[in-house]
């Protein structure tokens, strides 16, 4: 299991080399290059916590730009006739493949038979194929599709009990009970814009509402949101990436028209979510299993702060406040999360 997220590089490396615009060495040297980011979230980064989201980890491949012309730009012309991805003004065109897990938990994980009324036992390995595009530094558009494995088959019980022993603290007694194993997908279409104020030499600041949906059989919810950043250099994103669900800037960057190699910002934001399944909460889809009365409206605050140094490295440091997600969750639980990428 170690060694997937480095063949998987691999071969997106591959793939990257093929998708870069520019046809000769000079004009490639403007382009945006590739980028790998690993997202690191946790609860006791923050709160000190052990509990129901309590772990997530996943690493994601962002290609450089790809060719007009090429025939990796055909799904998006596709997709552009549907109204998903403009053709018009088009600054980037970019793919994005994901791989992650997520470990969810009940408040109390020194019990061998958890309480019913929390919340189950939960693990989420999944892989994803996304398309990004970037419209005059002005709209992004994001498709994203995870597929993966629910249950014990995500291997949650194995990262979290290893970590625990690792560094010395009782292990989570209660994974006997967790849901069971279920194929899972979700199918995401997002759609951000940007309202820019600049001030000169690359300050300013920005607004960035977001609205958009997910359907699966892991999660099917409608989102809103909105981030506010103040920095340098902020037409280079759209803030930092999260993993689903949460509001997200996603891993999406590029060096066109910022001003110097150095860029940062502020940000806070906020994403309310309607959400009709959640499998986390809901217990399994086809079988019966541990499930908890979920919550149909959840939201989130974050902030945070990210610093980046051109294409060549990022660092993104967010922490959340969610909203009760099921009915018996006594308040609302925070988590942070550490960002980290480079470019190659």
Request: charged residues 20%; without cysteine; proline residues 4%.
């Amino acid at each position: 299991m170690r060694r997937w997220p480095f063949s998987v590089l691999a071969a997106a490396t591959l793939m990257g080399g093929g998708l870069a615009r520019a046809e000769d060495p000079a004009a490639a040297a403007a382009e945006d290059s590739a980028r790998f980011t690993a997202i690191e979230e946790n609860d006791s980064i923050w709160s000190h916590t052990d509990k129901y989201y309590t772990q997530g980890l996943s690493f994601a491949f962002l290609t450089g730009g790809i060719e007009e012309t090429s025939a990796w730009d055909a799904p998006f012309d596709t997709f552009a006739e549907w109204g998903l991805f403009p053709s018009e003004n088009v600054t980037s065109r970019r793919y994005e493949i994901l791989l992650g897990q997520q470990i969810f938990t009940p408040e109390d994980i020194n019990l061998g038979n958890p309480d019913p009324d929390d919340r189950p036992y939960a693990g989420w390995f999944y892989g994803g194929l996304g398309l990004i595009q970037d419209t005059d530094h002005r709209r992004l558009d994001h498709l994203e599709l995870q597929v993966g494995v629910v249950g014990p088959a995500a291997f949650a019980e194995t990262t979290q009990n290893d970590w625990h022993q690792y560094i010395g603290i009782d292990d989570a007694f209660g994974w006997d009970h967790q849901l069971h194993n279920e194929p899972g997908l979700m199918l995401t279409y997002e759609r951000k814009y940007r309202f820019l104020a600049q001030m000169g030499d690359g300050f300013g600041a920005d607004f960035i509402p977001e609205a958009g949906a997910t359907v699966g059989n892991v999660m099917t919810y409608a989102q809103i949101g909105g981030m506010v950043r103040i920095g340098r250099n902020l037409q280079a994103d759209y803030g930092p990436a999260r993993m689903r669900p949460n509001l997200s800037g996603t891993t999406y960057f590029t060096n066109k028209d910022m001003v110097g190699r150095f860029g940062f910002y502020l940000f806070a934001g906020a994403q309310g979510r309607a959400v009709a399944r959640n499998i986390f909460l809901d217990g399994n889809t086809f079988r019966d299993s541990r499930d908890v009365d979920s919550e149909a409206l959840v939201a989130d605050l974050t902030g945070g702060i990210s610093f980046f140094w051109g294409d060549d490295v990022k660092l993104d440091v967010a922490v959340l406040r969610r909203t009760k997600e099921f009915e018996g969750q006594d308040k609302p639980f925070d988590y942070a999360g550490i960002n980290l990428t480079v470019g190659f």
